[in-house]
Each structure stands twice: as C-alpha cells, then as structure tokens.
C-alpha cells in the first residue's frame, strides 16, 4: 500500500511523538520546518479555547514558510487526541480540528469509528498508537489509516513488546503506514526501524532536550545527565504503564524501585504525590536517552539525526 500523499514528502522519515505539556507550536513548527512530522497533545493547549489559536499559529507560520522556501516545503502538523473517557475536551477539541483541517490525527487510549469518520470527513488521516497486534487489528478493524507501534523502552505510556516481535506481527497482515516508538534517539535507529518493516521512527524523549520544548530546565538537565538505567516502568501515576525518570520520583518522596500498582479504571492525568504532578513533576522519559548529550534547538536535533541516518546507510552499503 502506499503511503498518503501527506506523508510522502518528509525530509527524514521521522514523527516526532506528542509530548503530553511539553509540545507546543514552538516545537511543533520547529520540526515540521526541518522536514518531520511536528505534533502536540490537543490538551496541551489550556483552557480549551487556546487550541484554536495554537492551531492558527501553526497553520499560518508553515504557510508563510512554505511560501518563501518553496524548494524545500514544511513537513505535516499532527494533533494527538485522547480517546479515553476522561477527556471531556474530546468534542470541543474535534471542532477545532475540523476547522483547521489538520492533516494528521493520532489517536491513543481508544480507537473509535467516529473520530476516524470525522477525520476523514475533512481530507485528515488518522494513526493510532499501540502496544499489541490485538489493539493493532482493532484499530484498522475501526479504520484508523496507519498505526504507531509502541514498543519497550518508549516514553511514557509504553509496551512490553520488542520492536522485532511487534512490527513482525503486525507486517504480517497490515501494508499500510507504520511508525515504530521506543528507545530511537539516532539516526542509526531510524534506520533500523525501516529496516525491520516500519516506515517512520516515532521519537519523542530526545526532544524533550531541545530549546522549544515546554520543559523545565531541570527536566531536560535530567535527560542528559540520565541512561537507560534511570528509567523505570510503572503503572501507579496514571493507572497505564509508562516510562518515567528515577530522579523526579525520588524528588517526590517515592522508591523508583518499590512502586505499588494502580488500578488502570482509575486513570488520571494528573494524580498528586504530596505536592508534586505527574507528568509535570514525575517525567515520562523513554530509555534511549544516552544518545542525549546536551540541549539543543529541535533544528539541530533533527540535523543530526539525518546526518547519522545517511552514515548508517553508507555503513550498510
């Protein structure tokens, strides 16, 4: 099957994820003008009635950039919508989207008919992030246009599934886009990932470490200070598993390595640990992030991204 048209043209077959508070049209606009896929949470933007200019600004600045840099056009904006029961925002936040035409829908936390129908309605396509093969075929079983496979060792809510073993399965039956996510931070590793069957890398901790991005100086310190050792997988801060740096949940009183469960019925976007958030004090964080030296303009992460992409294919050749 062959890609959408929208996502034919990327200077470098790269997504960059929705990071929950962290993305924002600075960041997005920034890696849609070095040629990846810009994305936020439709919920980033609060009160609700600021997604509505968030989405004007973007519109209108990659307008305005594609009509001076005709020869080499900005990548596609996607907005992440929560399809989960405790987004109250969810309708009024399709509005806006409709109203935009966004491009790109990502869909988590619930594939449904409606909004894929909806999306489609105004020319959209809709990918929808999961972490199994059976959540894969009920997502294209519902008509999601293409799928993120959310594998080990991504940021935040995250699977258990080796990249190999995920995209094997669901290349077995699917054709249609597929982005991998979990532990890609170099270009080596998007490489690797259309090698195994994918055909974007799903980055979305390494741009936590970037200028644009909504994060606490300490936050984005912490992710170049940090390994895969930092990080630990745990289910009590939403009731969903996801990945989470070691040093904030010492920060906020807790054992990274004695964490009780939490009842996934139960979820929450932000649950308290005495005075500290989840997400805003508790960071997600994925386990690739060694390849993080320092914080950078998202422009030049994805500068070297592309440079180690054409090394490692070099090597291969």
Partial sequence: MALPSVLQ?????????????????????AQCQAGIVGAMPALNARPASQLDDWLAEITETLAAYDRAHPERPSAPFAI????HKSNDRLEHD??????????IVISSLGARTDINDAVHA?????????????????????????LIAVAAGAGGHAGVKSP??????????????LALSGAIATGGAVLAARAIGADFAYIGSA?????????????K????????????????????HGNYLK?????????????????????????????????????GCGQGIAAIKAVVPAAELIARLAREYDEARRRLA
């Fill in 122 to 146: 105004w020319g959209g396509v809709v990918l929808h992030d999961i972490i199994n093969d059976t959540f894969a075929h009920k997502a294209i079983d519902k008509g999601a246009d293409g």
């Fill in 164 to 177: 190999f073993a995920l995209i094997q399965e669901i290349r077995a039956w699917f054709d249609g886009p």
């Fill in 94 to 103: 399709m509005a806006v989207c409709a109203k935009y035409k966004v491009p």
């Fill in 207 to 219: 741009f936590i470490a970037t200028d644009e991005a909504r994060a606490s100086d300490a936050y």
């Fill in 9 to 29: 043209k990327l200077a470098l077959p790269v997504i960059g994820a929705p990071l929950f508070i962290i993305s924002n049209p600075k960041l997005v606009i």
């Fill in 247 to 283: 040093p904030s949940i010492r920060a906020a009183g807790l054992d990274p390595d004695n964490l009780e469960h939490s009842d996934p019925s139960k979820m929450s976007f932000g649950s308290d640990y005495g005075a500290r958030k989840a997400w805003k004090d508790i960071w």
């Fill in 221 to 240: 310190q912490c992710i170049v200070d940090s390994n895969s050792d930092d990080i630990v997988y745990s289910s009590l801060f939403t009731g969903v």
């Fill in 80 to 83: 992440n919508q929560i399809v």
